[in-house]
Nanobody, 127 residues
Framework: QVQLVESGGGLVQAGGSLSVSCAGSGRTFSTYVMGWFRQAPGKEREFVSAISQNGGSTRYANSVKGRFTISRDNAKNALYLQMSSVKPEDTAVYYC????????????????????WGQGTQVTVSS
């Protein structure tokens, strides 16, 4: 089992940068595909980015490609999302998630492929 705790959210102006982090527990963190999702008020939770177990493969939603960077440090059981050139539409609660039952589904951003979720951290982008 993996417990996930996000941190680093906050308020940022449009065009600025912000990083969010996710701390994982347990000795099996490196065996999970890790993902970031977000949920804006009144909208469904949507895929943002995913990274493979060794960090060698990454995938991004079209809406954030070229602006966000996902990374992980398995020695620290940590997942990161560096956000730059943020827009008001990036405002949402950001969740990290871990999955290992289906590599391809997890990398494709399928929510059902993720077994464990954090509690989320709020990111607000002002215009």
């Amino acid at each position: 089992q993996v417990q996930l705790v996000e941190s680093g959210g906050g308020l940022v102006q449009a065009g600025g940068s912000l990083s969010v982090s996710c701390a994982g527990s347990g000795r099996t963190f490196s065996t999970y595909v890790m993902g970031w999702f977000r949920q804006a008020p009144g909208k469904e939770r949507e895929f943002v980015s995913a990274i493979s177990q060794n960090g060698g493969s990454t995938r991004y939603a079209n809406s954030v490609k070229g602006r966000f960077t996902i990374s992980r440090d398995n020695a620290k059981n940590a997942l990161y999302l560096q956000m730059s050139s943020v827009k008001p539409e990036d405002t949402a609660v950001y969740y990290c998630a871990a999955g290992r039952s289906s590599y391809f589904s997890a990398m494709a951003g399928s929510r059902s492929a993720y077994d464990y979720w954090g509690q989320g951290t709020q990111v607000t982008v002002s215009s």
